[in-house]
């Protein structure tokens, strides 16, 4: 292919890929996330095969549980396929996953505390199903609690950015005339 100056350029860039499955072992924030998935997938599906299941303290820990392995999935899902960089600004701001991931450590201490109480009531079996689980949600919980500091990170570097950026506007328009 020649150029405006005659030369022939060789090098062509590699084409974009669909997909980038290494997104989520190349990052940290992809291997929190698979990690986050995996202990999730765990939390809802021991306590979801206990038979006394269906107790409401015990389905709160389940829909709580599952509804972070649905939106951690979506992340993964979003992230591999590059869609995640075409959302819109609000969508991807470091805020909303800081707000996002507190929220959800939040609601999985309250729940795992809860299945690792009654996991104290019970012996045999039973106890060790609501011990598991509310200890694989400890461990979400603290996961989803760390992920919510790295936003925070995230976030004020986005600030001091957007600082310097509005300085450099106010240096290049003239003052105004009164």
């Known amino acids: 292919m020649a150029d405006e100056n005659g030369t022939t350029n060789t090098e062509e860039p590699p084409p974009r890929r669909c997909c980038d499955m290494l997104w989520i072992v190349t990052t940290m924030e992809g291997w929190l996330k698979l990690v986050e998935a995996i202990m999730t997938l765990l939390t809802f599906s021991i306590l979801a095969s206990h038979p006394y299941s269906y107790l409401t303290e015990f389905e709160y820990l389940v829909f709580v549980a599952t509804t972070a392995f649905i939106f951690v999935v979506l992340h993964i899902v979003l992230r591999i396929t590059h869609l995640f960089e075409k959302l819109p600004s609000p ?63 995230l976030y004020r570097r986005l600030s001091r950015r957007g600082r310097k950026g509005e300085r450099k506007e106010d240096l290049l328009q003239p003052p105004e005339k009164v």
């Open 91 to 153: 969508l991807t701001h470091p805020l909303i996953g800081l707000v996002g991931c507190f929220l959800a450590s939040l609601a999985l201490l309250v729940g795992s505390a809860i299945s690792f109480a009654r996991g104290e009531r019970y012996y045999g079996q039973r106890a060790n199903k609501l011990k598991s689980s509310g200890i694989c949600g400890f461990i979400s919980t603290a996961l989803f609690f760390f992920e919510g500091v790295y936003y925070i990170f």
